[in-house]
DNA sequence: ACGATATATATCGTTTTGATATATGCACGT
DNA sequence: ACGTGCATATATCAAAACGATATATATCGT
């Protein structure tokens, strides 16, 4: 699924710009399961806007520079569900720290305790985050994905509080202390 | 972490061809956390070579393609340890299936069910490698790694088990069904 | 003999990334 | 008033990565 497809997908959310449909794959519906960059953002909208796939107006705003809002077009969303029937590629998780973790021994132990930390803060954030949004109003459909969210978060979060010993020799209850910091 | 960094990872595991280390990522013991392509990893294995961070001979084989075996020099590990004592990028996991659930309105049926059970079936297999591995005389720190491989696939198959209900608005037992069907 | 599969190396066009640049605007501190 | 930092907003570009493809060796089954 590429960048033009992922830009239609956020588009069926509703008009929205270049720099909101990037943040509807950092902090918004998208975010916990796929990332795409301004680098393919750009370029993907203005030939979608070629095809005619998505219309763009100019807009003004207040105490905000001026933005282009893009809309899908009937041939939009019948491309969309075109793409839609392929078969998805498997997913994909990348994790730099884990591959750290793997080869611990090269690290220094400060630096690893370091990463460690860091891994368990990004992953409470994004948890806290997620729990805070409200279901109201959200169908089935949607709350399975975002309940999905809220697992993987919730899983790797205990995974580290409850087996983070095991890098360190330490006692389970130094990953609990950890979190009495917060 | 390029894909340089990622071979001499990969290479203190031991001497490895360019292909045995894709099969590390694909199979072995970086799958679960990190890809890596054939088209980077022979132009990283190049390069690595050029700069002496790696070695390379040449080996005949019985019953198989002659191989290139690559070797980590000293020079190598020292340079494996300056880069992870960068800070490591964040997370990412990327699912096409999670898009297409998200855009569910668009999908058929039929399909929906289908993309659905494949991605069951996706993550049984993994967790059905993995859970068969032999962890007799793996460190702790490697344990730490490969049962957060676990907790992964086990947390994605439970989650898809008991909350597929919501996509399809079906009963929970139809995943269990779907289970006895293996 | 052919097709499928595994092992093995390598490449290439395409896609994506992350950093960077530029612009508008606001808030805050000196 | 000015500078800095941050947010919103668009856009680009060099580098990196990808996925598909090609080629080669070898085995097995039909």
Same mark, same amino acid.
């Given at each position: 699924m590429d960048a033009k497809n992922l830009c239609l997908g956020a588009l069926t959310c509703g008009d929205a710009s270049g720099y909101e449909i990037k943040k509807m794959f950092e902090?918004?519906?998208?975010?916990?399961?796929?990332?795409?960059?301004?680098?393919?953002?750009?370029?993907?909208?203005?030939?979608?806007?070629?095809?005619?796939?998505?219309?763009?107006?100019?807009?003004?705003?207040?105490?905000?520079?001026d933005k282009k809002v893009y809309s899908l077009t009937d041939n939009g969303r019948q491309a969309l569900r075109k793409a839609l029937k392929?078969?998805?590629?498997?997913?994909?998780?990348?994790?730099?720290?884990?591959?750290?973790?793997?080869?611990?021994?090269?690290?220094?132990?400060?630096?690893?305790?370091? /990463?460690? +930390?860091?891994?368990?803060? %990004? &992953? *409470?954030?994004?948890?806290?985050?997620v729990e805070g949004l409200d279901d109201s109003g959200v169908s089935h459909?949607?709350?399975? /994905?975002? +309940?999905?969210?809220?697992? %993987? &978060? *919730?899983?790797?979060?205990?995974?580290?509080?409850e087996n983070g010993h095991l890098l360190f020799g330490d006692k389970p209850q130094a990953m609990e202390k950890a979190g009495t910091d917060q």
């Open positions: 902090e918004g519906p998208f975010a916990h399961f796929h990332q795409v960059s301004f680098g393919s953002i750009y370029p993907a909208l203005a030939k979608l806007c070629d095809e005619e796939l998505i219309s763009m107006r100019e807009e003004t705003q207040d105490g905000r520079p392929k078969k998805p590629a498997d997913d994909k998780l990348r994790s730099e720290v884990m591959v750290m973790f793997f080869l611990e021994e090269f690290l220094e132990a400060d630096h690893l305790r370091e /990463v460690f +930390d860091q891994q368990l803060e %990004f &992953y *409470r954030r994004l948890l806290a985050k459909q949607r709350l399975f /994905v975002r +309940d999905f969210g809220r697992m %993987f &978060y *919730r899983s790797i979060v205990g995974y580290m509080e």
